[in-house]
């Protein structure tokens, strides 16, 4: 009887106690539902996906590159124009289907079709450059040339240059002639400087302009002094005293040993130099002086060519000595030298003359006339009477101021003579330069 008391209250205890078993077993089934249920697949927005990175362009050339990067821009603008024309349709043609690009005509990520690459490379082909390319100074501010000289120039020193008012009118006249000496030549040339009468500055000429080229130009010209009258062109550049210490080398010299000289080492053992201005000194024995043929300077000249872009001949008095035909033959132009005086102003025109009848025509008319005052002439002179019967029949008249170092036949250097005189002398070389180009 007991034990059945027992088993009914146990039996009432668990019956009492199933319900909430049940509920907490079927709590926790409901619970392990949520987390072992299937979890609902989420498809991502094409439109929301960030776009791949493309991959870097392969390209020949900077102009292809832009191109294509054009290409790639304009594609991305279209479509994204496209995008924002579809959302402002309404619902129902948002229920149309799209319009699908077909998969062999849409380009692989990063690549660029091949029509849009050729007329990118077409475009950026016929494109004009851009400014930064073809004219890269348009981003720098000129700067305004330094005036040297006059009231400019100490304004411009005591300023510190802050205060620059440029060049004066007559410091660009200067710059403008050094322009013109300083011209780069395809070529070599060659001027003959020669007069009727001695003593009238041919040869300061010759040492002066000489010196001048020198100066300006990149390249050193070359003096010959091929006067049959024991000739004094190097005495004249180099002073007497430094000439006769120098190893005596002439242009007889250079003639006999004309066929070994290969190289301008070589050529230099036969010169005198007077700063820039290479020379070659004439013959001073008077019994060989006036033995010097045409082909024989014809040889020295086709040997100074290879050498010097600039060559200037001191031919010395008178046109018909030996060499005369060969100087006259391989010059490019001519120096007449004059004086003021009658007597010179008709001997220049008297050379002019027997030139143009004698078949040098040409060099008549291209010829330069320099009237050197070297004697200072009183002023009973009527230059301007001289300076008109000339101007006439040449291409170019330069009057040389009379000036001490020019006069006394001596050393003719630049640091010494007059400022007049020094553009006397660009003027003839400039002149010299333009009949060359």
Same mark, same amino acid.
């Given at each position: ?17 199933? %319900?909430? =078993? &049940?509920? &907490? ?46 290409? /790639? ?35 692989? *990520? ?17 494109? %004009? +450059? ?7 100074? *348009? ?37 403008? #002639? ?11 040339? $060659?001027?003959?400087? #020669? *007069? ?31 006067? %049959? ?18 190893? %005596?080398?002439?242009?007889?010299? =250079?003639?006999?040993?004309?066929? $070994? ?15 820039? #201005?290479? #020379?070659?000194?004439?013959?001073? @024995?008077?019994?060989?002086? !006036? ?6 300077? =014809?040889?020295?000249?086709?040997? +100074? ?8 001949? !001191? ?9 005369? /035909? ?8 001519? +120096? ?47 230059? @301007?009477? +001289?300076? !008109? ?7 170019q008249l330069i009057a040389v101021p009379h000036d001490r170092g020019v006069a006394d036949g001596d050393l003719v250097t630049l640091d010494v003579l007059r400022p007049d005189t020094r553009r006397a002398y660009k003027e003839i070389a400039a002149a010299i330069v333009d009949g060359y180009v």
């Amino acid at each position: 009887m007991p034990d059945s008391v027992d088993n009914e209250a146990s039996a009432a205890a668990s019956n009492e106690g199933q %319900p909430e =078993l &049940r509920r &907490r077993r079927d709590r926790r089934r409901e619970e392990g539902d949520a987390w072992t249920g299937t979890m609902p697949i989420i498809t991502p927005n094409d439109s929301d996906a960030p776009a791949s990175t493309p991959a870097p362009l392969q390209s020949r050339s900077w102009a292809e590159a832009a191109a294509a990067a054009d290409a /790639s821009a304009g594609a991305v603008a279209d479509r994204t124009e496209t995008g924002r024309e579809d959302s402002t349709i309404g619902d129902a043609s948002r229920e149309e289907p799209r319009l699908e690009i077909p998969t062999a005509a849409a380009p692989a *990520s990063g690549a660029v079709p091949p029509a849009a690459a050729r007329a990118g490379r077409a475009a950026a082909a016929s494109a %004009p +450059i851009s400014d930064f390319i073809s004219s890269p100074g *348009s981003f720098v501010r000129e700067q305004k040339p330094r005036p040297i000289g006059g009231f400019r120039g100490m304004l411009y020193r005591l300023t510190g240059g802050a205060w620059n008012l440029g060049p004066s009118a007559k410091q660009r006249e200067e710059d403008e #002639l050094a322009r013109r000496i300083s011209r780069q030549l395809q070529g070599s040339y $060659n001027t003959a400087v #020669l *007069s009727l009468k001695g003593g009238i500055g041919k040869t300061s000429t010759t040492v002066g302009v000489g010196l001048t080229l020198a100066e300006f130009r990149g390249d050193p010209p070359c003096a010959i002094d091929a006067n %049959p009258d024991s000739g004094d062109l190097v005495e004249r550049a180099l002073g007497e005293g430094i000439y006769q210490k120098a190893t %005596p080398r002439t242009i007889t010299d =250079l003639l006999k040993n004309v066929d $070994n000289v290969d190289s301008l080492t070589a050529l230099a053992r036969y010169m005198h130099h007077a700063g820039r #201005l290479h #020379l070659i000194a004439g013959e001073q @024995d008077p019994e060989v002086s !006036d033995s010097l043929t045409a082909q024989e300077y =014809l040889r020295i000249r086709q040997l +100074i060519s290879g050498y010097y872009s600039i060559a200037l001949t !001191d031919c010395g008095t008178g046109v018909t000595h030996n060499a005369m /035909s060969g100087i006259l033959q391989s010059a490019d132009n001519l +120096i007449i030298a004059a004086g003021y005086a009658v007597s010179g102003a008709k001997r220049a025109r008297s050379t002019l003359q027997w030139l143009a009848s004698h078949g040098y025509e040409e060099l008549a008319r291209n010829a330069i006339v320099v009237i050197t005052d070297k004697d200072e002439v009183s002023s009973r002179v009527d230059k @301007d009477a +001289i300076e !008109d019967h000339l101007s006439g029949i040449c291409r170019q008249l330069i009057a040389v101021p009379h000036d001490r170092g020019v006069a006394d036949g001596d050393l003719v250097t630049l640091d010494v003579l007059r400022p007049d005189t020094r553009r006397a002398y660009k003027e003839i070389a400039a002149a010299i330069v333009d009949g060359y180009v």
